[in-house]
């Protein structure tokens, strides 16, 4: 086995890797091949390490910046990390994890902190840390690891891409997208990303009962929408009716 720095031809493979790798896992939304693309077109990945069993791709496991709210500087998230089903098991993850490690000291990180399960994160040294927090994520599942120093104390963030919408939303905007009108949408409430996209401000209701998509808001989550976005606001300044089948009859959003 070898662990090497990402090469730009292994882009596809580190997706079908992540793809593969948290395809049945209990917790996932199935985002974790986005948060990963993010990371990258924003410059974001410090440290992206590919595990390689005879020429193939197997494993693959991404470092980047946290931002805490004691202003603790030069700080690490760790994850995702993925390892093909068929090669689980023969320590990959492990080795992964270890030499990720290694290089972030290498680069003078402070410290490192994930989401994840304790019981195999325990053998890395990371610890739940009562003092160090990050919102929105049960307390027994965010881990920290301080390489130099002292543990900080505060909220702490992880990069923008880890705010991605779920497969399950994805498929609810995208129906509500075919049926878009400027004046709003009726949506179906038996879809289970409805309410979740009402919680992040992606859908409003009006108060005839009608929806609004909030274009904006959905661009926070995914990089798709926020391209389309961008175009609706251009074809709307055109004067068209529905900037979103235009986008799509021209082949803009293919």
């Known amino acids: 086995m070898i662990i090497r720095s990402e090469k730009t031809s292994d882009i596809k493979a580190i997706e079908e890797v992540t793809k593969a790798a948290f395809e049945n896992h209990q917790f996932s939304q199935q985002t974790e091949h986005y948060i990963i693309r993010d990371l990258r077109v924003d410059d974001a990945l410090v440290i992206s390490l590919v595990a390689e069993v005879d020429g193939r791709v197997v494993g693959h496991i991404a470092f980047s910046p946290v931002t805490i709210s004691d202003g603790t500087t030069d700080w690490h998230c760790l994850g995702p990390v993925s390892v093909l089903p068929e090669f689980q098991g023969r320590k990959i993850g492990t080795t992964l994890v270890n030499n990720g490690i290694d290089l972030l000291k290498t680069m003078d990180s402070k410290g490192c902190a994930l989401v994840g399960l304790p019981t195999f994160y325990y053998r890395f040294g990371f610890e739940n840390h009562p003092q160090l ?3 929105g ?6 881990v920290a690891k301080s390489l130099f120093g002292q543990m900080p104390s505060g909220t ?8 991605q ?3 399950i939303e994805i ?3 995208t129906d509500v997208i075919v049926d878009f009108d400027p004046n709003g949408m009726m949506v179906d409430f038996a879809n289970p990303g409805i309410e979740s996209l009402i919680e992040k401000d992606a859908l409003i209701e009006r108060s005839d009962g009608k929806f609004t998509i909030r274009p904006l808001a ?10 389309l976005t961008q175009h609706m606001i251009t074809e709307m300044n055109r004067g068209h009716k529905n900037p979103i089948l235009t986008a799509i009859k021209y082949g803009v959003l293919e």
Do not use: C, M, W
């Open 165 to 167: 919408l779920s497969e």
């Open 133 to 135: 927090i990050h919102e």
């Open 171 to 173: 498929d609810a905007i």
């Open 156 to 163: 702490v963030e992880f990069h923008d891409a880890f705010k």
């Open 218 to 227: 959905l661009g926070k989550y995914n990089t798709y929408f926020g391209r």
């Open 137 to 142: 994520v049960p307390q027994e599942l965010f």
